[in-house]
């Protein structure tokens, strides 16, 4: 079970911090991404992760705003999200999978957090 926080309401320019962890067992050699449905839209890839972090890939609407991060001591996958626009209004789920790059396909995922941002 993978549990998304952080989520809330911020205006535009804005930042959040996102946060996702396992309420069992740990995220250990997972790929871990983060995905993002937006009202009357299809899910859309955010941002991924490699086990144990090294190599990182975003989707090209967020790059250069947005940082995934992961603590393996922790268990824990990161999003920091800054120059937030209304664009970015979504719910957002974190995802994983063992097999590789986390895509909108990924077999496992959280319960989701949402973040409105306000123009």
């Known amino acids: 079970q993978l549990q998304a926080s952080g989520g809330g309401l911020v205006e535009a320019g804005g930042s959040l911090r996102l946060s996702c962890k396992t309420s069992?067992?740990?995220?250990?050699?997972?790929?871990m991404g983060w995905i993002r449905q937006a009202p009357g839209k299809e899910r859309e890839f955010v941002a991924g992760?490699?086990?144990?972090?090294?190599?990182?890939n975003y989707a090209g609407s967020v790059k250069g705003r947005f940082t995934i991060s992961r603590d393996n001591v922790k268990h824990t996958v990161d999003l920091q999200m800054n120059s937030l626009k209304p664009d970015d209004t979504a719910i957002y789920y974190c995802?994983?999978?063992?097999?590789?790059?986390?895509?909108?396909?990924?077999?496992?995922w959280g319960q989701g957090t949402l973040v409105t941002v306000s123009s």
């Open positions: 069992e067992g740990d995220l250990s050699y997972y790929y």
């Open positions: 995802a994983a999978d063992r097999a590789g790059p986390v895509s909108t396909r990924a077999p496992f």
């Open positions: 992760i490699s086990w144990p972090g090294r190599n990182k």
